[in-house]
């Protein structure tokens, strides 16, 4: 539905009025405010007794102050689960704002939450509707609550809520070759506790029972295999000696790879005793993709392996490709980039919207790398249901008025969700740049074209990169 911020003035009785009219225009109408004073608990309970609605708040006001200055996230992140809980009970949630909250800007933190919960702005004040558009929400008058827009707000927050529920509707199981890392080892702690996969953990069980200890983390309910000592070792090194002994192994080599932690997640997968593998936190990208490569291989039809970032804005997630893998990319490689990418984000609840990148738009520039990327963009047409145009600039791709003046034929600009870059420094330079300068949250590298889902991790990652890796890669592999 909406999120109603009303006037200071008569506020309380312009919301009693307000709800009296959706009361009569929606069946099964609950009414849901994030904070509430005693007062507003107050008139909670007098909307349910007089009106007949349901009604529920979360946090009494200085509670919710508490929270959001403890952790802002973990403060946004509870009102979103609540809200979801709430429309699985009810057909209708009308979310009303909040006025108290200690010293902190209210309306700013109202506005937010609208954001979080990608709900439209309904509000009568001139004030409000000015301050919204600074930070561009877009407001709509009382009087339009029957004609409002879809909004469009996909927050990082929100974003990762959205990764959990889906990895819960099929529980997965992850391989964690690096046992030995406390960032793993932390990850995997928050990662049991959401219930949204299983996993596996290779290292010395003994050794990552004491480091769990000393981090006041319980892992006792995940699964610890040391490579090179288990049950599986036999098996392992004889199907890696068949898969690869064409090339030249022999069973003596095979037996000493599997001891290396990277093969030995990988035969997990690959024998499917594990779905998916996450590695890359104290080893190289290398180290991680050669053993997929020889041993998973990549999907029929695609000839390379790419990677792609989700980057979280603050109100939106786009996904950029190959950020990665490829340094030079052909045509054919660029085309076959789009159609996975776009797979990719559709996989993940996005309506791929594909943008061929160049340092220019249609027809107005030539060159080299100008004339790949129109290549690769007639290939890329020729794909059956994929939704892409180029070559076009990125202002092209994002910007309404831009995109009228360059491509205004197009579907693709200004609409753009899925940015394919003409080769790897192109693409590795913007995402670290955005990351960096917008305080985007990147998740990835996610490996796109292998058979199984096995991804890399940065050597620098945090663990919350580590639990978002682990949760896309649970749902690549559903």
Known sequence: MFYYIRNDKDGLNEAYEFIK?????????????????ALGCDRLAEYESKLGVKTYYLFKDDEACKAYLEDENEFFKKIILKHQELLQEHKHIFVMNFNAFGVIDALLVNLQISKHLNLNVLTN??????????????TQSLSEYKNLKESNFLTPIAFKI?????AKKDIKTIVLPEGDDDRILLA???????????LIILGNNQEIAKKASELDINLDDIRTINPGN????????????????????????????????????????????????????????ADTIRPALQIVKTKPNVSSVSGGFFMCLEDRVLYFADCAVTPNPSPENLAQIAKISADTAQNFGFKANVAMLSYSSANSGSGPSVDATKQACELAKAIDGLNVDGPMQFDCAVDLKTAK??????KVAANANVFIFPDLNAANICYKAVQRCANAVAIGPILQGLNKPIND???????????????ISAIQAQ
């Not at 004040?125 to 877009?138: D, G, P, V």
């Open 188 to 198: 995997a702690s928050k990662l049991l506790e959401s219930k949204a996969v299983k």
């Open 21 to 37: 009219t959706l009361k009569n225009d929606y069946e099964d109408l609950a009414i849901f405010q994030p904070s509430a004073c």
């Open 230 to 285: 288990s049950q599986y070792d036999e098996e392992f090194a004889n199907a890696l000696y068949e898969a690869r002994k064409a090339k030249g192994l022999e069973l003596q080599k095979a037996k000493e790879l599997i001891k290396d932690r990277n093969y030995f997640g990988t035969m997990l997968v690959h024998l499917g005793y594990a779905d998916a593998m996450v590695s890359g936190a104290a080893c190289t990208t």
């Open 405 to 410: 003046s360059k491509m205004p034929d197009s």
């Open 162 to 166: 959205k990764l959990e529920n889906l």
């Open 125 to 138: 004040s001139t004030t409000i509707s000015q301050y919204a558009q600074k930070i561009n929400i877009k």
């Open 457 to 471: 991790l940065s050597r620098g990652c945090l663990v919350e990169d580590i639990i978002n890796t682990c949760l």
